[in-house]
């Protein structure tokens, strides 16, 4: 990539940064998500009244240039074009407010009852003006489509049965691996949640779990089913074989799985409880997005061809 197209590529990007920004304002003022997060009241919550930093605004645009970065990622590197790419790339930036709303139920104590439906008309306004104005800005409305002839292959009832088990097993496996051995690992997370900064053993903590809440179990395997039903069409747009198509979804999984928005500062959960779910979605996202993509493509030819993000701008 040339230094012109290189600049003109990230002067895009923080358009796009600074366009979501503004639009995750507007879904607040929507939504009215403010009104949801009760004042914290006691020593239970004194923690969540600790000085927030005074550039909220800063970092709410790391949050969302991190977004824009891999944004700008998957719309270059698609095979499709247009209100193609913008549904997928829509259901993609949902799917992060879904999956946000679905862990607030942990927080029932520390959020009003309207929570919730707040947090999912906030996506969805947010999600309906965020990816018609990147694809517009990256020029997915200019081209046209890139499909692949042959590269589509059809899957048998048997093939999509056993990948979405995998998928299934490998989120649930994921999700309590990393839950446990990186964010439960905070003390300060574990006073938040339950009370106390005492630690059990991993399959002590499964076991707790399993005879305390067993529900969480299959509302987990529910969960990474929504996951990837919302995500498909990204990573089916794609271009390439299995080890690109697994980096892409890689980078959407750790971006759009809500652990950006975990930066900005919020009444909800104090900085350093914050910080540990955010590096545990960040590992999360990795280790299942590169598993999900590489299943999902498995069989696709590598694309020769120079990548579309080198040929940008």
């Known amino acids: 990539m040339s230094a012109r197209k290189a600049i003109g590529l990230g002067f895009k990007v923080i358009v796009v940064a600074i366009g979501l920004s503004i639009i995750f304002i507007i879904g607040a003022m929507v939504s009215g998500i403010g009104r949801g997060v009760p004042a914290p009241t006691g020593a239970a919550t004194a923690a969540t009244t600790v000085a927030q930093p005074a550039n909220g605004l800063l970092l709410l645009f790391i949050s969302s240039l991190i977004q824009a970065i891999v944004a700008t990622y998957l719309v270059l590197e698609a095979n499709w074009s247009g209100w193609k790419i913008t549904g997928a790339l829509f259901l993609v930036s949902l799917n992060a407010s879904v ?52 590269e589509r292959a059809h899957w048998s009832a048997a093939r999509w049965a056993g ?14 691996l990393c839950g446990y051995y990186i964010a439960w690992q905070s003390a300060a997370l574990r006073q938040f949640y339950s009370g106390t900064t005492e630690i059990r053993s991993f399959w002590g903590q499964i076991a707790w779990i399993w005879s305390s809440t067993p529900w969480m179990f299959p509302r987990q395997a529910g969960r990474a089913l929504l996951f990837v039903a919302m995500t498909l069409p990204a990573i089916r747009m794609l271009r390439g074989g299995a080890q690109r198509v697994a980096l892409g979804t890689a980078l959407m999984y750790a971006v759009f799985d809500g652990s950006p928005g975990l930066i900005v500062p919020n009444p909800i959960m104090p900085p350093p409880v914050a910080y540990a779910h955010l590096i545990e979605l960040v590992v999360w996202g990795l280790l299942f997005g590169a598993f999900v993509g590489w299943l999902m493509s498995r069989g696709r030819a590598a694309e020769p061809a120079e990548s579309p993000v080198a040929k940008a701008a």
């Open 99 to 150: 999956q946000a709303a679905i862990e607030a139920t942990y927080l029932r104590g520390h959020l009003a009852p309207h929570f919730v439906p707040q947090m999912l008309i906030m996506g969805v306004v947010t999600s309906a003006l965020f990816a018609p104005l990147a694809v517009w800005i990256l020029g997915g409305f200019r081209r046209g489509p890139r499909e692949v002839p042959g």
């Open 163 to 176: 990948t979405l088990a995998a998928t299934t097993v490998a989120c649930v496996v994921l999700y309590y």
